[in-house]
């Protein structure tokens, strides 16, 4: 056995011991027979524990449940937690490169300091997840709920980033109530691309964010951190004092449809909706009327059936299908206008070349003609 297999060996049996330190959780899933726990996965033969070819070495929690586990600082580079339990767990500080973390419950897990370059996070749950200091260069996001996930100081870069805009996009046309913005550093995302309408901007740090091309006017920014500069950034000018003050003044709450009816347009209205109803000389209102009145408000404040998560979803697959057929056909243009100038090139290259034989056959001729004229000459 070589140094690398002790060394192997002993990291597995380190982590089945860090997963055992929580004995009520272990015996519980022991005597239901239901669960074992398991570092290295089933596919993984013992010859490849020992070394042998073809070895990954790969570690397997495939749809385990791994709740308040301790696994801080622990090197689980590439390991398998897809659709594993694994709420309130320890990952603080770990080596977590390219682990799939896909469908998996992350709620209330600790992630803070962990290198997460290259990992799965798709369709995840990421309830109060907290990533703080965390590398995400290369992570991949689509689909996760994000709903109160801290990203404070992480390490980001373009791929990771891009993940990032498109879920938070997402989630604010969508599902505004799940976007907590208070917990994420707003300066590497791209404002503009982000509809801020509908999303809770209280307590919201604005430090450092570019509001170029930020739609102001119907947002509530009365409890937000935004500075001057960055209104007349949004405004593209600088405000007056009446303007800044209407800006940051507290905005009404739109109503939702079907969520309250404003009766006095009903009985004090000016008729254009439903008339009004002049009841000074009614001796009482009859049955007939309320019934008349009640079908007038249910037609205007019944509510709109909610949209489906898979109506949701087929339409942002029409968006990006969209995206995509339009990113391709730039492409194909761009293909063709390279092939264009490389068809041209060659047939000026072509050109030259045969201007370039033309040449050196005549001045072939030229000299032998002269040689012929020389030789002429002589023999006279």
């Known amino acids: 056995m070589t140094a690398d ?14 997963i055992k330190e929580n004995q009520d959780y272990y015996d519980r899933f022991q005597n239901e027979n239901n669960f074992s726990w398991q570092a290295v996965s089933q596919s993984v033969q013992q010859s490849d524990l020992l070394g042998g070819a073809g070895s990954t070495k ?7 449940n791994l709740e308040n586990g301790k696994f801080a600082k622990e090197d689980l580079q590439n390991a398998n937690f897809s659709v594993a339990n694994l709420t309130k767990v320890d990952l603080s500080g770990a080596d977590l490169r390219g682990v799939d973390f896909s469908g998996a419950n992350l709620t209330d897990a600790n992630l803070s300091g962990a290198d997460l370059s290259g990992a799965i996070l798709t369709g995840a749950v990421l309830h109060r997840t907290n990533f703080t200091g965390a590398k995400m260069y290369g992570v991949k996001l689509q689909e996760a709920d994000l709903e109160d996930a801290i990203f404070l100081d992480v390490a980001i870069d373009e791929i990771g980033i891009e993940e990032l805009q498109a879920l938070v996009e997402y989630l604010a046309k969508y599902y505004p109530h799940k976007l907590n913005l ?3 550093n707003l300066t ?7 509809d801020l309408s509908q999303v809770n901007l209280r307590g919201v740090d604005f430090t450092g964010c570019d509001f170029t091309g930020v739609n102001i006017m119907e947002l509530d920014l009365s409890e937000c951190i935004i500075t001057p500069q960055q209104i ?7 405000p007056s004092k009446e303007e800044l003050a209407k800006i940051l003044a507290p905005k009404k709450k739109k109503t939702r449809g079907g969520a309250g009816i404003d009766l006095t347009e009903i009985f004090l209205g000016n008729g254009k909706t439903f008339g009004v109803w002049d009841v000074t000389n009614d001796k009482g209102v009859s049955i007939e009327t309320l019934m008349d009145v009640g079908r007038k408000v249910f037609r205007r404040g019944a509510r709109r059936p909610q949209v489906k998560d898979e109506e949701v979803l087929k339409s942002i697959k029409t968006e990006e299908e969209l995206k995509a057929k339009s990113h391709n056909e730039e492409l194909r243009k761009i293909i063709e206008e390279r092939k264009r100038k490389e068809l041209e090139a060659r047939i000026a290259k072509k050109k030259e070349i045969e201007q370039e034989a033309v040449k050196e056959k005549t001045k072939k001729e030229v000299d032998e003609r002269i040689i012929s004229m020389r030789d002429g000459r002589g023999g006279r």
Request: hydrophobic share 40%; aromatic share 6%.
């Open 182 to 184: 208070t917990r994420m």
């Open 232 to 238: 007349a950034q949004a405004l593209g000018r600088v």
């Open 188 to 194: 590497l995302l791209d404002l503009q691309k982000i």
């Open 58 to 64: 790969n570690i397997d929690f495939v749809g385990k």
């Open 5 to 18: 297999d002790i060394k192997t060996t002993s990291k597995f049996d380190n982590i089945r011991s860090k």
